[in-house]
């Protein structure tokens, strides 16, 4: 079992940048693959960004690439994701999630990651 505790979300203004976290504990050898969702109202789960523990390989939605970035601290088993010039349209509750995924074709796949964050939501006003 991999326990994701997210953090870091809240309010902020067009433009402006948010940091979040995913910190995993438990058996987190068995989730060899970190990905960020989010979902906005009535719209389906997104794709964010993945990384892998070991390489540290990224990943990307391409329509945030350049804005969001992921990063990985190993020690402290921890996923960032920093956000930077924020749009309203990234409004959503953002998920961090793990899971064995050897193939990089199935990270933006929801269904292929096995342990999921609590979610926190950002709120970007312009």
């Known amino acids: 079992q991999v326990h994701l505790v997210v953090s870091g979300g809240g309010l902020v203004q067009t433009g402006g940048s948010l940091r979040l976290s995913c910190a995993a504990s438990?058996?987190?050898?068995?989730?060899?693959?970190m990905g960020w969702f989010r979902q906005a109202p009535g719209k389906e789960r997104e794709f964010v960004a993945a990384?892998?523990?070991?390489?540290?390989?990224?990943y990307y939605a391409d329509s945030l690439k350049g804005r969001f970035t992921l990063s990985r601290d190993n020690a402290k088993n921890t996923v960032y994701l920093q956000m930077n010039s924020l749009k309203p349209e990234d409004t959503a509750v953002y998920y961090c999630?793990?899971?064995?995924?050897?193939?990089?074709?199935?990270?933006?796949?929801?269904?292929?990651?096995?342990?999921w964050g609590q979610g926190t939501q950002v709120t970007v006003f312009s």
């Open positions: 438990g058996r987190i050898f068995s989730s060899n693959v």
């Open positions: 999630a793990g899971g064995p995924i050897y193939y990089s074709g199935s990270y933006s796949n929801p269904g292929k990651y096995d342990y």
């Open positions: 990384i892998s523990w070991s390489g540290g390989t990224t």
